[in-house]
C-alpha cells in the first residue's frame, strides 16, 4: 500500500520561500508518478508538477517551483520560491501508476493528507 505525509507548510511572507516534503512507503518511486497539487478554498484542485519513475524527469506548471525527489530517502519535494498570496492553499502529494504526465487528480490514485501554506502579504 502506497502511503503519502506531506510536510513543510506554514506562514511565510510574499516573496519568501518555502520547501515541501512528501515522505512515500519504500518502493513507491520505483513504478509510481508522483505529483504535487494545491487547493484553495472555494477552488477546484489544481496540478502543480510532476515527476516520473525510472528517470525523475520532472515538469511544473509555474517557473517558481521545482520538484525533485531523493530517492535514498524515500521523500518527493517541491521547492516554491517568489511566494505570493494567490499561492496560499492545502499543498497535497499524490502516486499514480504510469509513466506519462498526467494533470487531473482523477488520474492519482493516492493522495497525502495535505500540508497548509499561508502566504501574507
Known amino acids: 500500500q502506497v502511503q503519502l505525509v506531506e510536510s513543510g507548510g506554514g506562514l511565510v511572507q510574499a516573496g519568501g520561500s518555502l520547501r515541501l516534503s512528501c515522505a512515500a512507503s519504500?518502493?513507491?518511486?520505483?513504478?509510481?508518478?508522483m505529483g504535487w497539487f494545491r487547493q484553495a478554498p472555494g477552488k477546484e484542485r489544481e496540478f502543480v508538477g510532476a515527476i516520473m519513475p525510472a528517470d525523475s524527469s520532472s515538469y511544473c506548471s509555474d517557473p517558481r517551483f521545482i520538484i525533485s525527489r531523493d530517492n535514498a530517502k524515500n521523500t518527493m519535494y517541491l521547492q516554491m520560491n517568489s511566494l505570493k498570496p494567490e499561492d496560499t492553499a492545502v499543498y497535497y502529494c499524490?502516486?499514480?501508476?504510469?509513466?506519462?504526465?498526467?494533470?487531473?487528480?482523477?488520474?492519482?490514485?493516492?493522495w497525502g493528507q495535505g500540508t497548509r501554506v499561508t502566504v501574507s502579504s
Open positions: 499524490a502516486a499514480r501508476f504510469g509513466h506519462d504526465l498526467a494533470t487531473l487528480k482523477d488520474q492519482y490514485a493516492y
Open positions: 519504500p518502493g513507491t518511486f520505483i513504478v509510481y508518478a
